[in-house]
């Protein structure tokens, strides 16, 4: 475990990383928390919002980073965490730098889960509200699709969760049911897609948001593809 520190935020907040062994999306070599740890460079610590602190928010935020050639965070999705918390974390983790791994054999391209934990400290825990994450819900309003620019008649669909930005844009997107070989077409169609964001009262805030993405039906185009090569 590779403790990121204490977050002086008033209320105090402190924040844990570690890598778990698992088959990837992408088949690419997962590294255990060991090894990935001894790779970072340079690790920005999550900052804890403010409108999580206020709504008594914290737990688990889990994600999944892709490190390239260079030690660059390519890639990162969220797994699972509360959505104030998600925004938070993939921002700070796209910053991270890693030497490059010397993977034998394999590419030197890596992913690893990396979780962050968000926790607060209050001296009036009797004033803490018993389901925060709850109460919070109630008082959202949820983001909703504006525009997608896409034809919605096709035999095919991916559901996919949505993290919405405050500014109405998909931050992240995850699919919902088994993983397949559509989803990356999916996640670039899902990015070009307006949001009208989800508010707590009048501020925007980050949300999921489930939607179907309409997608061509791979049978026919595979065979279509196939077709044209003979």
């Given at each position: 475990?590779?403790?990121?520190?204490?977050?002086?935020?008033?209320?105090?907040?402190?924040?844990?990383?570690?890598a778990?062994?698992?088959?990837?999306?992408n088949a690419?070599p997962?590294?255990a928390?060991?090894?990935?740890?001894?790779l970072?460079?340079?690790?920005p610590?999550?900052?804890y919002?403010?409108?999580?602190?206020i709504n008594?928010?914290?737990?688990?935020?889990?994600l999944?980073?892709?490190?390239?050639l260079?030690?660059?965070?390519?890639?990162?999705?969220?797994?699972?965490?509360?959505?104030?918390?998600?925004?938070?974390?993939?921002k700070?983790v796209?910053h991270?730098?890693?030497?490059?791994?010397?993977l034998?054999?394999?590419?030197p391209?890596?992913?690893?889960?990396?979780?962050?934990h968000f926790?607060l400290?209050?001296?009036?825990?009797?004033?803490?509200?018993?389901?925060?994450?709850r109460?919070?819900?109630?008082?959202?309003?949820p983001p909703?699709?504006?525009?997608?620019?896409?034809?919605?008649n096709t035999?095919?669909v991916?559901?996919?969760?949505?993290?919405?930005?405050?500014?109405g844009?998909a931050?992240d997107?995850q699919?919902l049911d088994?993983i397949?070989?559509?989803?990356?077409?999916?996640?670039?169609?899902?990015?070009?897609?307006?949001?009208?964001?989800a508010?707590?009262?009048?501020?925007p805030?980050p949300?999921?948001?489930?939607?179907?993405?309409?997608?061509p039906?791979?049978p026919?185009?595979?065979?279509a593809?196939g077709?044209a090569?003979?």
């Amino acid at each position: 475990m590779v403790a990121l520190g204490a977050l002086s935020l008033g209320i105090a907040g402190t924040a844990t990383v570690w890598a778990q062994s698992r088959v990837t999306e992408n088949a690419l070599p997962l590294l255990a928390a060991k090894k990935a740890h001894k790779l970072l460079i340079s690790q920005p610590v999550p900052e804890y919002p403010a409108v999580a602190r206020i709504n008594y928010i914290q737990g688990l935020v889990r994600l999944l980073a892709t490190v390239n050639l260079s030690g660059d965070v390519t890639e990162a999705h969220v797994v699972k965490g509360h959505p104030f918390l998600a925004a938070s974390a993939l921002k700070a983790v796209q910053h991270w730098l890693f030497r490059p791994a010397k993977l034998r054999p394999g590419p030197p391209e890596f992913q690893t889960y990396v979780d962050v934990h968000f926790s607060l400290r209050s001296r009036k825990v009797t004033e803490v509200p018993s389901e925060p994450e709850r109460d919070l819900s109630r008082q959202v309003r949820p983001p909703e699709i504006v525009e997608s620019g896409l034809d919605r008649n096709t035999a095919s669909v991916i559901r996919m969760r949505v993290l919405v930005s405050p500014e109405g844009r998909a931050l992240d997107s995850q699919p919902l049911d088994e993983i397949d070989r559509r989803v990356e077409g999916a996640r670039r169609t899902v990015a070009t897609w307006n949001f009208r964001p989800a508010r707590w009262g009048a501020m925007p805030v980050p949300w999921y948001l489930e939607v179907e993405v309409p997608l061509p039906d791979w049978p026919e185009v595979q065979r279509a593809a196939g077709s044209a090569g003979h």
